[in-house]
């Protein structure tokens, strides 16, 4: 059954609906994006699959290939680091201000969530840890209440969405991330701005390098998507 069809607000849903399947690699990085496909999946018409798809090339979320059409983009080494360079710096700026403006209320949620990510990591279970660093972004954004920064931040995410599940589950990288943001953590509770801000952009530049040679990694496993060759025309 179709979905009610409301322009605007549909296409910003299925826009969230798709960039979530992203970041969970429900599809993965060089994978093609066929519309029927995904008009089946979303149950929305044509029109909105291309307007978001549309989109998330603008964002580099997705490259269009002559005769293969949208594939989810992939990064290179290259460009993880300084799109990696770009969200320390900004999240680490996030930080920073939340930790001036923050009442005790505030440090002590955050410090409930760095329990939650602790415990699900001691558990192995990425996703939840991925899902409370998500909270904490979330809940410092929403204290500082700054809405440029939050853009640029959010734009940021999305395009590193696709790699945080890749990195967080290289061997070795939990306890390590864990570790890292506990040094983010305790600055926050001792109210020091400078180091949280200081501590989280050490642990994006740790995050940077992981995601680097996860992918040099995958280019050497796997091979790049070609065009398909078109069938010769009988005679």
Excluded: W
């Amino acid at each position: 059954m179709r979905r009610p069809k409301v322009a605007a607000p549909l296409r910003q849903e299925i826009a969230q609906e798709l960039k979530t399947d992203l970041a969970n690699l429900s599809f993965s990085p060089g994978s093609r994006l066929i519309e029927r496909e995904l008009c089946e999946r979303y149950e929305v018409s044509r029109t909105i699959i291309r307007e978001v798809l549309r989109e998330f090339e603008s964002e580099g979320l997705v490259e269009n290939i002559p005769h293969i059409g949208p594939v989810v983009a992939v990064l290179s080494p290259e460009e993880a680091v300084q799109i990696y360079e770009i969200r320390g710096i900004l999240a680490g700026l996030a930080t920073r201000k939340f930790v001036e403006i923050a009442s005790q209320r505030d440090i002590s949620r955050v410090l409930r969530i760095f329990e939650r990510i602790k415990a699900s990591a001691i558990e192995e279970d990425v996703r939840a840890v991925l899902s409370g660093v998500s909270d904490f972004h979330n809940t410092v954004l929403d204290t500082i209440n700054n809405e440029p920064l939050r853009g640029m931040l959010d734009r940021i995410h999305t395009r590193v969405a696709i790699m945080r599940l890749t990195t967080l589950s290289a061997p070795g990288r939990l306890p390590n991330a864990v570790s890292e943001l506990s040094k983010v953590f305790e600055a926050i509770k001792k109210q020091d701005a400078t180091a949280a801000e200081r501590a989280f952009i050490e642990h994006i530049e740790s995050v940077a390098l992981v995601a680097r040679e996860e992918l040099k990694r995958q280019r050497l496993e796997q091979p790049m998507v070609k065009p398909m060759k078109r069938k010769a025309k009988s005679t």
